[in-house]
Each structure stands twice: as C-alpha cells, then as structure tokens.
C-alpha cells in the first residue's frame, strides 16, 4: 500500500513498470544493473537484496518480471503467476504457495515440484476431481503397508539441511518426499508407505482448476 507495493509477474523475461518519473528511471537501471551482476548463481541472494534496498529508496510501485520464482517469493507484496499469456493467479507469495487456483500454480510455485497422482490412486476424492497434488514438503514416510499410498525408494538426495527421497508408487507414478537431514535416509529398493495429512492435499479437475 502507499504506492510502494512490490508487484511481481512470473513467467516472462524482465521487465520494470514504475510509472513516468524520474523515479522510475533510477529504478529501471538500478534493476537492470544488479540483474546482469546477478547472473551468477553466487551472487542471487545479493541480487535480491539489492533490489530491495533499491524499491525502499526510490518508494514506488515496482512491477518486476521473473521466471525465478525464489525472486517472486522472496521480492513481492503481491505476485501474478502467468500461463501461456494468462493470470491463473494473483496473490501475497505465501497465500499462492498455501492456496493454489490451479494445477499449473501448484506445480510452478514451490520446490521440489508438487508431486500429482491420479485420485484414482487414492480414497475420498471430492466430485470432479480428476487429479490429487501433494507438496513434497508435506509427504512423510511409513511404515509398508500404512499410509495413503505405497512404493519403493528409488534413491535419496542427501542435501544437508534436508533430504530428498524418490520413490515410485505401486501405480507406477513418481513421487518425493522432503524431510529433514537429520532424519533416517532409507535404503534404494526398500518398500515404504507414503503418508500425508488430508489438510495438506490439492484437488483439481480435467481442466486444472481447483475442486475443494
């Protein structure tokens, strides 16, 4: 609000709108410069905050275009997540990552990529769901034989802070959990159960769009 919001467009190539002041001017080429030292991957937090330090001095609207969603994420007031020329969605960052329209948003927004299944594979569908979304985040190992679904360990990403484990489910889909690096890292070809709570999980029908 009070003019200073920080808008972010996600899916395009760059771009700065700032209104017709010299304002907008500074702010066009402060941007441009601190993006082209940012290219190396290094330099990204800096970058970031950069651009932040650049919007507080300048106190205008900002509307930046990104295909980084950690800038959309961590730069925006407000976010517009673009597909194929259209808005699926408009929002505060963290309302987008809780609260996906669609499953393209669900799927763009959040890494490792939200994990999507067939409600097939799964029981209590709501009507017109064709499709079951569930962030990698949100997913925990189990024991074989409970939980929502079952598979086997494909392989696991040991990344420090965390770990990624990919698994396959018995119906034949990929799926991965994050959790975190201090926990057990299960052994490649081991049978598991998949598990996640019910709050947590996305409903879309055949066109995409979300079924609560």
Do not use: C
């Not at 907008?24 to 991957?41: D, F, W």
């Not at 651009?51 to 106190?59: D, G, L, P």
């Not at 990104?66 to 730069?75: I, K, N």
């Not at 505060?92 to 329209?101: C, F, I, K, N």
């Amino acid at each position: 609000g009070g003019g200073r919001d920080f808008y972010l467009a996600l899916g395009s190539k760059f771009s700065t709108v700032a209104g017709n002041s010299d304002a907008a001017r500074k702010l066009y080429y402060g941007l441009k410069n601190v993006i082209t030292r940012g290219r190396h991957q290094k330099l990204r937090v800096q970058m970031r905050t950069e651009i932040k330090k650049i919007h507080q001095r300048v106190k205008t609207t900002v509307v930046y275009v990104t295909h980084d969603q950690v800038e959309a994420m961590t730069l925006a007031d407000r976010m517009v997540v673009m597909n194929a020329g259209r808005a699926d969605q408009v929002g505060a960052p963290l309302d987008v990552y809780a609260d996906p329209q669609t499953e393209f948003v669900a799927g763009f927004i959040g890494s490792p990529a939200t994990n999507f299944l067939p409600t097939l594979t799964v029981a209590g569908s709501p009507a017109g769901a064709q499709t079951l979304g569930i962030r990698p985040e949100h997913a925990t190992l189990a024991e074989p034989g409970t939980g929502r679904a079952q598979g086997k360990v494909l392989y696991s990403e040991a990344l420090g802070a965390e770990t990624l484990v990919h698994a396959r489910l018995v119906t034949g889909e990929l799926f991965t959990i994050r959790q975190d690096g201090a926990a057990p890292v299960p052994a490649e070809g081991a049978a598991t159960g998949l598990d996640w709570p019910a709050g947590s999980q996305f409903f879309f029908d055949v066109n995409g769009k979300r079924v609560r």
